[in-house]
């Protein structure tokens, strides 16, 4: 640690409010780094516990700076203003560092002096400090530009080191956005020109418990939302940047969604998906499919289980996937009667269509109808029917797509009037199957799409009661079987 004739390269800044419980860890976790040319400011945000009498026996070692509750943004900026170094390093009350992570963040900046941002990756522990998942986000965002902090948003104060120049540039973090402040304050460096790298290794322990701000769910949600909306109302924006205004909007509410379905929050994880609707690039099934998926990878990268047959049969999915369908059953263009029509109940759990054929004649018009898998509330995957007949022949073409969180290989099984055909399909991938029947007498048959998982559902991961699925048609023709 640098003493008061020696100026610190790095100002260490540990904003605190309320956090008595974990301080002394995290200030520990400063004092025991390999490189030792640094000072510590400690905010104290206005807490009213015993974050104070915590760092008493540290005040030699420390600057300790009392302010009136402002938030976190507010105990960063001013932090900053006192700092000395030409380095600022943020760790949270909660987190607490590897012993090198000073050491190789500033043996980066050594290396590259342009650089105002270097990033890190970071391992997610329970209140106890035991590992639960290492986050390595350089895998997905290789490059740290513009595109990347918007897409990605790889943002945890903690693992990261700033240029003191580029922060002062920037006019510190806004404290309009009380959670979201340091992804705003990336997207404006990031606009500003400021150069980023990555040191691809683990140099922080970040800390999920009951108090920290993953319980802030509505408020972080909104305030992530409001980041978005401010950043895209910039008039300078790069033209290419502004084209993923769109996918950055999905992007972030389908993960806000999930943030909230995490934090129990599931009225207005409903609510972020249903506006994600709004800018999904997807057709309306395989939205629900990747909703799914997302949740599914979001959860792994955060250690949680993500128990997918809780959520469907939750009543805000229930409802809310009852609005797509709804949205989906309009009728099929009207044809006269030497064509046909589709039609099928939306209750029943193996969706049957009924294909009315004439006698004689020819048949050219095609149809189609998009659905999705279900069962006993459980909704992915993306199924898409086509129909065309000629003459008295009629054809059947099915695509569809089975999602990532299913068994190894899923049996998807066309029938059409009494005739079939199979296909074995991996999970995360698509098929297509084909049918051609011959029709004589009779002037219509049935068609049924079933799907049904191959291997047994312990191997697959999943509920007993997942292990049969259905197609139902999203689309409907005007007569409804009851």
Same mark, same amino acid.
């Given at each position: 640690?640098?003493?008061?004739?020696?100026?610190?390269?790095?100002?260490?800044?540990?904003?605190?409010?309320?956090?008595?419980?974990?301080?002394?860890?995290?200030?520990?976790?400063?004092?025991?780094?390999?490189?030792?040319?640094?000072?510590?400011?400690?905010?104290?945000?206005?807490?009213?516990?015993?974050?104070?009498?915590?760092?008493?026996?540290?005040?030699?070692?420390?600057?300790?700076?009392?302010?009136?509750?402002?938030?976190?943004?507010?105990?960063?900026?001013?932090?900053?203003?006192?700092?000395?170094?030409?380095?600022?390093?943020?760790?949270?009350?909660?987190?607490?560092?590897?012993?090198?992570?000073?050491?190789?963040?500033?043996?980066?900046?050594?290396?590259?002096?342009?650089?105002?941002?270097?990033?890190?990756?970071?391992?997610?522990?329970?209140?106890?400090?035991?590992?639960?998942?290492?986050?390595?986000?350089?895998?997905?965002?290789? !490059?740290?530009?513009?595109?990347?902090?918007?897409?990605?948003?790889?943002?945890?104060?903690?693992?990261?080191?700033?240029?003191?120049?580029?922060?002062?540039?920037?006019?510190?973090?806004?404290?309009?956005?009380?959670?979201?402040?340091?992804?705003?304050?990336?997207?404006?460096?990031?606009?500003?020109?400021?150069?980023?790298?990555?040191?691809?290794?683990?140099?922080?322990?970040?800390?999920?418990?009951?108090?920290?701000?993953?319980?802030?769910?509505?408020?972080?949600?909104?305030?992530?939302?409001?980041?978005?909306?401010?950043?895209?109302?910039?008039?300078?924006?790069?033209?290419?940047?502004?084209?993923? !205004?769109?996918?950055?909007?999905?992007?972030?509410?389908?993960?806000?969604?999930?943030?909230?379905?995490?934090?129990?929050?599931?009225?207005?994880?409903?609510?972020?998906?249903?506006?994600?609707?709004?800018?999904?690039?997807?057709?309306?099934?395989?939205?629900?499919?990747?909703?799914?998926?997302?949740?599914?990878?979001?959860? @792994?990268?955060?250690?949680?289980?993500?128990?997918?047959?809780?959520?469907?049969?939750?009543?805000?999915?229930?409802?809310?996937?009852?609005?797509?369908?709804?949205?989906?059953?309009?009728?099929?263009?009207?044809?006269?009667?030497?064509?046909?029509?589709?039609?099928?109940?939306?209750?029943?759990?193996?969706?049957?269509?009924?294909?009315?054929?004439?006698?004689?004649?020819?048949?050219?018009?095609?149809?189609?109808?998009?659905?999705?898998?279900?069962?006993?509330?459980?909704?992915?995957?993306?199924?898409?029917?086509?129909?065309?007949?000629?003459?008295?022949?009629?054809?059947?073409?099915?695509?569809?797509? @089975?999602?990532?969180?299913?068994?190894?290989?899923?049996? @998807?099984?066309?029938?059409?009037?009494?005739?079939?055909?199979?296909?074995?399909?991996?999970?995360?991938?698509?098929?297509?199957? !084909?049918?051609?029947?011959?029709?004589?007498?009779?002037?219509?048959?049935?068609?049924?799409?079933?799907?049904? !998982?191959?291997?047994?559902?312990?191997?697959?991961?999943?509920?007993?009661?997942?292990?049969?699925?259905?197609?139902?048609?999203?689309?409907?023709?005007?007569?409804?079987?009851?």
């Amino acid at each position: 640690m640098s003493t008061e004739t020696v100026t610190p390269r790095v100002s260490v800044i540990i904003p605190v409010y309320q956090g008595d419980r974990f301080l002394t860890e995290a200030v520990e976790s400063v004092l025991n780094q390999t490189y030792t040319n640094y000072e510590i400011i400690v905010v104290n945000d206005g807490s009213t516990d015993n974050s104070c009498g915590v760092l008493q026996p540290y005040f030699e070692k420390i600057r300790y700076i009392y302010q009136e509750n402002q938030g976190v943004a507010a105990a960063r900026n001013l932090g900053i203003q006192m700092a000395q170094g030409e380095l600022i390093a943020f760790l949270d009350q909660d987190d607490f560092w590897l012993p090198d992570k000073l050491t190789l963040q500033v043996a980066c900046f050594q290396a590259q002096p342009t650089l105002g941002i270097l990033n890190s990756g970071w391992q997610r522990v329970n209140e106890l400090g035991k590992a639960i998942v290492n986050v390595e986000p350089w895998h997905k965002a290789s !490059e740290l530009d513009l595109r990347a902090w918007l897409q990605w948003k790889p943002v945890l104060p903690s693992a990261m080191m700033f240029s003191r120049q580029w922060l002062q540039r920037a006019g510190g973090f806004d404290s309009r956005f009380t959670q979201s402040s340091d992804v705003d304050m990336l997207l404006r460096l990031a606009l500003m020109g400021c150069e980023a790298a990555w040191v691809p290794q683990i140099t922080v322990c970040y800390r999920q418990h009951e108090s920290n701000t993953m319980k802030n769910s509505l408020e972080q949600a909104e305030s992530i939302n409001a980041v978005i909306d401010n950043f895209f109302a910039l008039s300078d924006l790069p033209s290419h940047i502004r084209l993923l !205004e769109k996918e950055v909007r999905y992007q972030t509410l389908v993960w806000v969604a999930w943030y909230l379905y995490c934090t129990g929050y599931l009225h207005d994880m409903k609510r972020y998906l249903k506006q994600s609707l709004s800018y999904t690039p997807y057709s309306r099934t395989k939205t629900i499919s990747d909703w799914l998926k997302s949740f599914s990878i979001y959860s @792994i990268e955060h250690g949680y289980i993500f128990d997918v047959r809780f959520l469907t049969i939750s009543q805000d999915w229930q409802q809310l996937i009852s609005v797509l369908i709804n949205c989906f059953l309009k009728p099929l263009p009207v044809l006269d009667t030497n064509h046909f029509s589709i039609f099928t109940s939306p209750n029943t759990n193996i969706g049957e269509s009924s294909i009315k054929l004439p006698t004689t004649g020819s048949i050219t018009q095609e149809g189609d109808a998009k659905g999705f898998w279900q069962h006993d509330g459980w909704a992915g995957g993306e199924v898409s029917a086509y129909f065309r007949a000629e003459k008295n022949i009629c054809r059947v073409k099915v695509i569809g797509y @089975i999602p990532p969180y299913h068994a190894c290989f899923t049996k @998807i099984t066309l029938t059409v009037d009494e005739q079939l055909v199979s296909q074995d399909v991996a999970r995360d991938s698509s098929f297509c199957l !084909e049918l051609s029947v011959k029709i004589d007498k009779e002037d219509y048959f049935q068609l049924s799409i079933v799907a049904s !998982e191959t291997m047994s559902a312990a191997r697959a991961g999943i509920n007993e009661d997942s292990r049969e699925l259905a197609f139902v048609l999203s689309e409907i023709g005007s007569d409804h079987v009851n």
